[in-house]
């Protein structure tokens, strides 16, 4: 469960941010080294993308930090809409290659046939 939000959203352009992001229900899919490898990447991939300046980055197993500076008219929130956006599917993808999640179409099959249960 969220707790309520205690603080204003900040929507200044052109100031520092500090970031901090989690992933889905914590789990830690960034104790792989190719993962974190490419979450780094895709930080600094967007912020040249953005016009953004990576100030710096820490990746931990179920979030990561950054400071960033928007040197532009995009905001810190559209950065972070492609970087996760990317991430999501580029481990939903990388997923898929190694057979350990079930594609959309068999877990929609599946749940029709009474296959498994809807959560």
Known sequence: MRSARTHALWTELNLPHFISSTTFNRLPLFIDEEAALMLIKE??????QYNVLLIAAVVMPDHFHCIIWPQGTKTFSDYMKGVKGFMA?????????????????????????GGIQRP
């Open 89 to 113: 599917r580029w481990f939903s993808e990388r997923e898929l290659r190694r057979g350990t999640v079930t594609p959309p179409i068999e877990k929609l099959l599946l749940l029709i046939s």
């Open 43 to 48: 930080l600094k991939y967007y912020s040249k």
